[in-house]
């Protein structure tokens, strides 16, 4: 079976998009599961020691049904940014012909681009209706609305339209091409 150039193109954008959300989750995991400061880096030391002991062995962990949940919906949100972007370096993939474009623009946006939408919102209303400004889902279920105004339905509603505009994009483009 013979791929198309555009095949393989996109196989490389979903791998790194991949690629990007594990490091996401294990900075997520890192962030949630940090031993408790204590007084003195001593006891701290011995606290953590005990806790990490304790995880390891396999019948004293005990994971409550309202973390199982907490935990599958993070990755859930997690997931549906990933899906977004992935989106995103298709319709680039789509338009400009070019992998080393579509590629890098992408891996831009993943990284600069809620960045630069959020410093517009602090200055202007209309930016929380911008595409990469709330892609960060899960956010909203740990700290809150980082953008006034904004709420996760609204985030989700915001990023599903722009999807399906993206998507329409992209299949346009790729159709009216000659292959």
Not at 73 to 85: A, C, K
Not at 103 to 129: E, N, R
Not at 134 to 152: C, E, H, P, R, V
Request: hydrophobic share 45%; net charge positive; aromatic share 16%.
């Amino acid at each position: 079976m013979k791929f198309t150039s555009e095949a393989v193109q996109l196989k490389k954008i979903v791998l790194v998009v991949i690629i990007l959300a594990a490091t996401g989750i294990v900075k997520y995991y890192n962030s949630t599961h940090k031993p408790e400061a204590s007084k003195t880096t001593a006891e701290s030391s011995t606290k953590w020691k005990e806790d990490l002991q304790a995880q390891t062995d396999a019948s004293k962990i005990e994971i409550t049904k309202i973390e199982k949940i907490k935990t599958f919906i993070m990755f859930g949100l997690d997931f549906l940014q990933i899906l977004v972007y992935v989106i995103v370096a298709f319709v680039i993939s789509a338009i400009s012909r070019s992998r080393s474009i579509a590629t890098g623009f992408s891996l831009f946006l993943v990284l600069v681009g809620t960045g630069i939408t959020q410093t517009l919102a602090m200055f202007f209303d209309w930016c929380k209706y911008l595409p990469f400004g709330l892609t960060n889902f899960k956010y909203f279920i740990s700290a809150g609305s980082y953008i006034d105004g904004t709420s996760l339905g609204f985030a989700l509603i915001v990023s599903a339209v722009y999807s399906v505009i993206f998507c329409f994009i992209g299949y346009y483009t790729f159709q009216k091409r000659d292959i």
